[in-house]
């Protein structure tokens, strides 16, 4: 299956601006940079969490330590998706008494922010989980709302969001689209 853009929803400065705007957002929210911690959901999140990591240390000043989580095994259908290669989960700090954000590229129907809260819990006990995500799609069946969001995007079912980040695809964008076959 391949990928068919509809329409580009954000381009590379909107992603920079929406960074920024997260980063104060969490900075106002938990009133500063102390004990906060970024967790971002492989793949993207991952980037997006070290991206707003290092705008919150220019804004605040200190160090925001930023872990990676791959929930595959904490998902609810893990018996119905087919096999993938499961990634590294590293967490190399205490995530005790933190604020811990998880952060995603979109949020959907939260089942994979239901994963990472199941799987951060296996690393000790954060006095706060939050959740920020760059696009949220809409269409939720669980009940999960994030904190921070970068932009609402509605969709329907059958759409698709591809989230592209200079990291992993040289360019930062967001589309609406289509599977369709090759």
């Known amino acids: 299956m391949a990928f068919k853009a ?8 909107d ?5 920024k705007r997260i980063s104060h957002e969490i900075l ?9 911690a970024l967790v971002g959901v492989r793949t993207r999140g991952v980037f997006l969490a070290r991206r707003l990591a290092r705008t919150i240390e220019q804004i605040e000043g200190g160090r925001v330590p930023v872990g990676e989580l791959d929930v595959g095994f904490y998902r609810d259908d893990i018996a119905t998706r087919p096999a993938s290669n499961v990634g590294v ?7 005790n008494g933190k604020k811990v954000v998880i952060v995603d590229d979109v ?3 939260g089942r994979t922010t239901r994963a990472a809260m199941d799987a951060l819990m296996d690393f000790g006990r954060p006095s706060a989980v939050q959740l920020a995500a760059l696009v949220d799609r809409g269409h939720r069946e669980l009940p999960v709302r994030a904190d921070y969001v970068g932009k609402n995007v509605p969709t329907s079912g ?3 969001v591809k989230v592209s980040l200079t990291e992993v695809d040289y360019v ?6 289509e599977e369709v076959a090759e």
């Open 15 to 19: 992603v920079a601006r929406i960074i």
């Open 6 to 13: 509809r329409a580009k929803v954000l381009d590379s400065d």
């Open 89 to 95: 989960t590293q967490i190399d700090f205490d995530i």
């Open 28 to 36: 106002e929210k938990n009133k500063g940079s102390a004990d906060i």
């Open 107 to 109: 949020l959907y129907t």
């Open 172 to 177: 930062d964008m967001v589309e609406i689209g």
């Open 158 to 160: 059958n759409e698709k």
